[in-house]
């Protein structure tokens, strides 16, 4: 199979440095209006994708990257073969009937750490997202990715994700979804990934990674690009 690339870093866009030197954006282009829901990451790649003359696409996106995806491809499913999905969620709060993680004051209390010292958030936070040691390269990847993003804009953003609730959209997906999920994930349960398989409209597959963390492609990469190649193969 042979096609073009695209990588497209939807939720730090004008923020700070992209991950893995991608290069530098400006944080003056971020919109606070614009991006308070993800339905502005949404219409930001399909502008990209039109820009690029794009006419079909296998979408490969990461953790609330999957439902902005999942979203552009409502709007415009013929632009999407499939979409892969590492991490995703629709919903990040419990709620009745619903296993998202958090309560609403463990979202309180990462809010309050973030406006109080955003350094001190981010030393505790990227271990325990990475699910490694604060020296390993994949936390200290991580970390330096968090820092380069403006402390206004990044409280911003989380904000936007984590009080996020896409179940209500998840019917109306109906491009095939290839649901990739880490066995240990502070921010994502596995259950979420069996709820996603019997909510999209669409046909589904769920492969459960023997991987620790929220960012499987960083930290454990020898066991995620195998998998990731499988699924751009295979059709469900």
């Not at 552009?72 to 979409?83: D, G, H, M, T, V």
């Not at 990462?110 to 990227?126: D, H, P, R």
């Not at 709820?195 to 499987?216: A, N, Q, W």
């Amino acid at each position: 199979m042979r096609g073009k690339l695209v990588a497209v870093c939807c939720l730090v866009e004008g923020v700070g440095d992209l991950p893995y030197g991608q290069g530098t954006t400006n944080p003056d282009y971020f919109s606070f209006q614009r991006y308070s829901t993800l339905h502005g990451y949404a219409d930001d790649l399909l502008a990209i994708l039109d820009e690029l003359e794009v006419q079909s696409c296998i979408y490969i996106g990461h953790s609330v990257c999957g439902m902005v995806g999942c979203l552009a491809s409502i709007e415009r499913p013929y632009l999407f073969s499939k979409i892969i999905m590492i991490s995703a969620s629709p919903r990040y709060l419990n709620d009745v009937n619903y296993f998202g993680g958090f309560e609403q004051e463990d979202l309180n209390q990462l809010f309050e750490a973030m406006q109080s010292n955003f350094k001190a958030w981010v030393s505790g936070f990227a271990p325990l997202a990475v699910g490694a040691d604060i020296e390993s390269e994949a936390v200290q990847e991580f970390s330096r990715t968090l820092f380069n993003i403006r402390p206004d804009i990044a409280f911003s953003v989380a904000k936007t994700i984590f009080q996020s609730d896409l179940r209500c959209i998840l019917p109306q997906v109906m491009v095939p979804c290839h649901i990739l999920q880490s066995q240990k994930d502070l921010a994502v349960p596995v259950v979420v990934s069996d709820y996603l398989k019997h909510s999209f409209g669409g046909k589904t597959i769920v492969e459960v990674l023997p991987t620790d963390g929220h960012l499987p492609q960083l930290s454990s990469p020898d066991v995620v690009i195998p998998v990731l190649l499988r699924h751009i193969r295979g059709n469900i």
